[in-house]
């Protein structure tokens, strides 16, 4: 059974970082891309990173690029969003996912706030 477990979200100022994990269990994670989402209030859940089986392709959306990295340690099936000069608008619930055979799987999210 597929299961992704997120961590490493809170409440920081705004310019600060933060650090979110992704835990992954029930495959070999090294096979799939994985990403980020996030779902902030009132709003659609959105793209914010992702990465290739091998970490060597990354993505990101506009509003993310160059203060967000995304990263993965195949060794530990762990995948990681370093997220740097963060802005209120970046409070939202972060997702990890992942694509295997068309069906997506999603963690529980992790709480990010960003205070102006």
């Known amino acids: 059974q597929v299961q992704l477990v997120e961590s490493g979200g809170g409440l920081v100022q705004a310019g600060g970082s933060l650090r979110l994990s992704c835990a992954a269990s029930g495959r070999t994670f090294s096979n799939y891309a994985m990403n980020w989402f996030r779902q902030a209030p009132g709003k659609e859940r959105e793209f914010v990173a992702g990465v290739s089986w091998s970490g060597g392709v990354t993505s990101y959306a506009d509003s993310v690029k160059g203060r967000f990295t995304i990263s993965r340690d195949n060794a530990k099936n762990t995948v990681y969003l370093q997220m740097n000069r963060l802005k209120p608008e970046d409070t939202a619930v972060y997702y990890c996912?992942?694509?295997?055979?068309?069906?997506?799987?999603w963690g529980q999210g992790t709480q990010v706030t960003v205070s102006s």
């Open positions: 996912n992942v694509r295997i055979r068309g069906q997506d799987y």
